[in-house]
């Protein structure tokens, strides 16, 4: 099993820029793939961005795009997404996700470990 934590989270205006972590337990990391689904009040967890074993190839909902951007340290175990040019559309619980496999997925029923979640949130 791994376990999932995520940290970055915080309070900031409209443009500002966030960088969110999640530290992944286990041995096995550097094969699993991983993602990033954010759930907004009131909404559906939806996917966000997910990343190959490797780290070699992303990909991105058309909300984000351009905006944000995932990477990984396999070597820290460590998950990144780096939030640019935020926006009061993007205020939610973010969560990163773990899926066994060395591709990834948008749908969230693919993925097996889920971290607890870190709070964003963007004021106008």
């Known amino acids: 099993q791994v376990q999932l934590v995520e940290s970055g989270g915080g309070l900031v205006q409209t443009g500002a820029s966030l960088r969110l972590s999640c530290a992944a337990s286990?041995?096995?990391?550097?094969?699993?793939?991983m993602a990033w689904f954010r759930q907004p009040p009131g909404k559906e967890r939806e996917f966000v961005s997910t990343i190959t074993a490797s780290g070699a190839t992303t990909y991105y909902a058309e909300s984000v795009k351009g905006r944000f951007t995932i990477s990984r340290d396999n070597a820290k175990n460590t998950l990144y997404l780096q939030m640019n040019s935020l926006k009061p559309e993007d205020t939610a619980v973010y969560y990163c996700?773990?899926?066994?496999?060395?591709?990834?997925?948008?749908?969230?029923?693919?993925?097996?470990?889920w971290g607890q979640g870190t709070q964003v949130t963007v004021s106008s």
């Open positions: 996700a773990a899926r066994t496999t060395i591709h990834g997925s948008d749908d969230s029923r693919f993925y097996d470990y």
């Open positions: 286990g041995r096995t990391f550097s094969r699993y793939a």
